[in-house]
């Protein structure tokens, strides 16, 4: 029986397959994870095309639908706007996760990897520490943390590349979304195969960043289209 990443993963490619060309690339948690930055279990697809694509955005959607029932998914579209869908799968053996595919910015061409075009890891990385300032839900300490252990990227360039892809990112509340991590509890992340000692060590690193950060400014990145 396949886990949930093989199905999930096995769903992007056959997507991607099909609405690549239009732009769309692997986005979210699915990206950091491909790009080898964590390996935690997800519950879904994230699937973006740059803004330009808007005007082919509802034609995507349908070849998308059409591709997944092809390949004996049930489909259901959970929502739909002019920027925006969440399809709700089902597989043949009754796995369900969701797919969201959208419209977001980003500032470097996406990489072919093994499921398809994947954001490139600088946008990826951006985006999630972006999550982790915007909504600070229990997954985003857990891969902001993740990917600041790997060792691939210094404290500083993470906050350009935050401020990079939202010019209203805001250092010192970025340190008090740090600092929040303390209220994560064991129930709070148990989902993620995360133990109560492992969780004491994510809180220790991350209170130390957050405060660290009081009174820093990160270098500034250079968009590409400045």
Request: charged content about 25%; some cysteine; aromatic content about 6%.
């Amino acid at each position: 029986m396949p886990t949930g990443e093989e199905h999930q993963r096995q769903a992007a490619r056959i997507i991607l397959a099909a609405i690549g060309p239009a732009g769309f690339a692997l986005a979210g948690s699915g990206a950091i994870r491909e790009h080898g930055l964590i390996d935690r279990p997800t519950n879904d697809i994230d699937l973006f095309a740059p803004a330009r694509a808007a005007a082919g955005f509802s034609d995507a959607i349908d070849t998308a639908i059409a591709t997944l029932t092809a390949h004996r998914y049930t489909c259901e579209v959970g929502r739909l706007s002019s920027h925006f869908a969440r399809l709700l799968l089902t597989t043949r053996e009754g796995y369900v996760f969701e797919v969201d595919l959208g419209l977001d910015w980003r500032a470097h061409d996406p990489i072919r990897l093994e499921v398809g075009p994947v954001l490139a890891i600088e946008d990826a990385v951006a985006n999630k520490v972006g999550a982790l300032y915007s909504r600070g839900e229990p997954r985003d300490y857990l891969d902001v943390d993740a990917i600041r252990e790997s060792g691939r990227f210094a404290e500083d360039h993470l906050l350009s590349l935050a401020a990079q892809h939202d010019p209203g990112f805001d250092v010192t509340l970025f340190a008090t979304r740090l600092r929040a991590v303390e209220s994560l509890v064991p129930d709070d992340i148990a989902e993620y195969g995360i133990s109560s000692t492992d969780l004491d060590a994510i809180k220790r690193r991350l209170l130390a960043w957050g405060q660290g950060l009081t009174g820093h400014s990160p270098e500034p990145t250079v968009s590409p289209d400045a």
